[in-house]
T-cell receptor, first 119, second 109 residues
Framework: EAGVAQSPRYKIIEKRQSVAFWCNPISGHATLYWYQQILGQGPKLLIQ????????DSQLPKDRFSAERLKGVDSTLKIQPAKLEDSAVYLC?????????????????FGNGTRLTVT | GQQLNQSPQSMFIQEGEDVSMNCTSS?????WLWYKQDPGEGPVLLIALYKAGELTSNGRLTAQFGITRKDSFLNISASIPSDVGIYFC?????????FGSGTKLNVKP
């Protein structure tokens, strides 16, 4: 099966500019996640979607970050305006988990990420 | 928020040696996952655990879901140079996954 697709792989922007990342999850995966991974740290969840609805966005800096998954398949993550501290790898992941299930037992599958450098 | 403590932070071992690393959480988890991440790549799933006490192997890798449901262990036997990378644990109490800070493994040929 095809894995999680992300683009672009790399992006360099100046602070205060805007940037957008795209993700296409594994076919049939209901849940989609965006993680931020700062160098030397583990991934940190930014937002979690179940189909086209938001399950958790408690760690998303909503004054500058936004994300959507309008048709419940692919998703975009946007940063506007970018700050220096946004330099990180942005990872997209997907899983089969469905909120209608009584248990959540599907692992996350990650894409290769987008490495963002803000100068 | 949820705390996941992963140790050790880094390891330097000789090829052929066995490796152990672990993660502990501040609350009970219902799922533990172990990933390996190579430079410039996304994390790749190694082993998934769903029941307390579960012991699962994937080649030379073996992972266990602790019986207290607050910890998990990953062992690598007879390490080889391609085992080099960063290993992450991830776990969740219900819906949201939390990640450890990683164990960086270095293997000397």
């Amino acid at each position: 099966e095809a894995g999680v697709a992300q683009s672009p792989r790399y992006k360099i922007i100046e602070k205060r500019q805007s940037v957008a990342f795209w993700c296409n999850p594994i076919s049939g995966h209901a849940t989609l996640y965006w993680y931020q991974q700062i160098l030397g740290q583990g991934p940190k969840l930014l937002i979690q979607f179940q189909n086209n609805g938001v399950v958790d966005d408690s760690q998303l800096p909503k004054d500058r970050f936004s994300a959507e998954r309008l048709k419940g398949v692919d998703s975009t993550l946007k940063i506007q305006p970018a700050k220096l501290e946004d330099s990180a790898v942005y990872l997209c992941a997907s899983s089969l988990d469905k909120l209608t299930s009584s248990s959540y037992n599907s692992p996350l599958h990650f894409g290769n990420g987008t490495r963002l450098t803000v100068t | 928020g949820q705390q996941l403590n992963q140790s050790p932070q880094s390891m330097f071992i000789q090829e052929g040696e066995d490796v152990s690393m672990n993660c502990t959480s501040s609350s009970i988890f219902n799922t533990w996952l172990w990933y390996k991440q190579d430079p410039g790549e996304g994390p790749v799933l190694l082993i998934a655990l769903y029941k307390a006490g579960e012991l699962t192997s994937n080649g030379r890798l073996t992972a266990q879901f602790g019986i207290t449901r607050k910890d998990s262990f990953l062992n690598i036997s007879a390490s080889i140079p391609s085992d080099v990378g960063i290993y992450f644990c991830a776990g969740r109490p219900l819906i949201k996954f939390y990640f450890g800070s990683g164990t960086k493994l270095n293997v000397k040929p």
